[in-house]
């Protein structure tokens, strides 16, 4: 499978305890994106990296999280002191080239903060 | 500042109707791109069409067709002769010049009955 890849796919975890998620972008792609979807809602931009420069963050990225992309390749999110807030969808996306060219997405991994 | 409204927040329809999702948007830029995804409930966002602002042409692909129009800054979604696998959330996304990242709608969930 070549798709944009991502693990865990669940993870459940103890409020205060930090999480980090990886993704495997499609091989050739110099760009990636985390976003964040909460129940009944649109995902929420997080970061964009393109190839290893973490270029874009959004506001809702706070200090707690950190986002990196060594030589380009995969990526890893990680929460520290989860918070119940932080329960969600995170999923990463990549896509090629310049412009506004079509993101291809993982399944995501689903995060429950107890 | 930049606004993606799907005020239809699920819609069913029993199979082989026809159904159309709405998309309005809001944007300051002249040049900006439209998206569709959708996301079965596996989860991972599909990539359906992406329409820049230059292009009002409508579009069809097998079963759907999108409708964009400037005058009205609507982007609606048809699927004609729909099917249970169309079964999904629906996504309408923004992309702005210049900007890394979609901005997205809240969905709307499409239930096809058998």
């Known amino acids: 499978d070549t798709g944009v890849s991502q693990d865990p796919r669940h993870k459940i975890t103890k409020r205060g305890q930090n999480v980090t998620f990886r993704c495997d972008p499609i091989?050739?792609?110099?760009?990636l994106y985390w976003y964040r979807q909460t129940l009944g809602q649109g995902p929420e931009f997080l970061t964009y990296?393109?190839?290893?420069?973490?270029?874009?963050k959004s506001r809702l990225l706070s200090d707690r999280f950190s986002a990196e992309r060594p030589k380009g390749s995969f990526s890893t999110l990680e929460i520290q002191r989860t918070e119940q807030g932080d329960s969600a969808m995170y999923l990463c996306?990549?896509?090629?080239?310049?412009?506004?060219?079509?993101?291809?997405f993982g399944q995501g991994t689903r995060l429950t903060v107890v | 500042a930049q606004k993606v409204t799907q005020a239809q927040t699920e819609i069913s329809v029993v199979e082989k109707e026809d159904v159309t999702l709405d998309c309005v948007y809001e944007t300051r830029d002249t040049t900006y791109y439209l998206f569709w995804y959708k996301q079965p409930p596996s989860g991972e966002l599909v990539f359906l069409i992406r329409r820049n602002s230059f292009d009002e042409q409508n579009e069809i692909s097998g079963r759907y067709s999108w409708n964009f129009q400037k005058s009205t800054s609507s982007f609606n979604f048809t699927i004609t002769a729909s099917q249970v696998v169309d079964s999904a959330v629906y996504f309408c996304?923004?992309?702005?010049?210049?900007?890394?990242?979609?901005?997205f709608g809240t969905g709307t969930r499409l239930t096809v009955i058998p």
């Open positions: 990296f393109q190839n290893e420069a973490q270029l874009e």
């Open positions: 996304a923004l992309s702005e010049t210049g900007a890394n990242n979609l901005f």
């Open positions: 996306a990549s896509s090629y080239g310049q412009g506004h060219t079509e993101a291809f």
């Open positions: 091989s050739e792609h110099n760009r």
